[in-house]
T-cell receptor, first 112, second 112 residues
């Protein structure tokens, strides 16, 4: 079945540091890929998405590129802020199944 | 737009008690999902409903039942709560033509 693997956290950074959170996937067909963000005490909300190979999703300074050859969708941000502290989930849907499949989440902690 | 609304937001149950978690969406989505979130485990699918009138088991269905009451509402029932069901429960919905899922704010359930 479909699966998503993302790097374990927590990831701890200083403000203005560069962020990378790795995500790889296994799926049949051609899934859409997503990054969701969860702030403390809240539900998940979509951060960005890409629906086909080589697409780049971007939002709020975050970016991720759909790499079919490496089955990856790594999340990056050039300069993180304290307000980016949250849990980030990589996800896919629409490959072999229409059920959204999530990674385990990566906690990001940004210090001033 | 309300999006996906879950009730209640918090609940404490005694072992053996029953309760129903309610979920409603106002986006006319076909598919709805119940997940539970536990530390280090990410999101695990309990049950889903691909369309009105259908429900199917997910990864961790034991101890739960669901009802797709109509296109808007998808409820999750715990017949006899156990401490292992202490978790945060999320309802989500998705339209077949829009690939991302939309989440409620979650229900934080403690079983003592």
């Amino acid at each position: 079945g479909d699966s998503v693997t993302q790097m374990e956290g927590p990831v701890t950074l200083s403000e203005e540091a560069f962020l990378t959170i790795n995500c790889t996937y296994t799926a049949t067909g051609y899934p859409s890929l997503f990054w969701y963000v969860q702030y403390p005490g809240e539900g998940l909300q979509l951060l960005l998405k890409a629906t086909k190979a080589d697409d780049k999703g971007s939002n709020k300074g975050f970016e991720a590129t759909y790499r079919k050859e490496t089955t990856s969708f790594h999340l990056e941000k050039g300069s993180v802020q304290v307000s980016d502290s949250a849990v980030y989930f990589c996800a896919l849907s629409g490959g072999g199944s229409y059920i959204p499949t999530f990674g385990r989440g990566t906690s990001l902690i940004v210090h001033p | 737009n309300a999006g996906v609304t879950q009730t209640p937001k918090f609940q404490v149950l005694k072992t053996g008690q029953s309760m129903t978690l309610q979920c409603a969406q106002d986006m006319n989505h076909n598919s709805m999902y119940w997940y539970r979130q536990d530390p280090g485990m990410g999101l695990r699918l309990i049950y889903y409903s691909a369309s009105e009138g259908t429900t199917d088991k997910g990864e961790v269905p034991n101890g739960y039942n669901v009802s797709r009451l109509n296109k808007r509402e998808f409820s999750l029932r715990l017949e006899s709560a156990a401490p292992s069901q202490t978790s945060v429960y999320f309802c989500a919905s998705r339209d077949r033509f829009v690939t991302e899922a939309f989440f409620g704010q979650g229900t934080r359930l403690t079983v003592v």
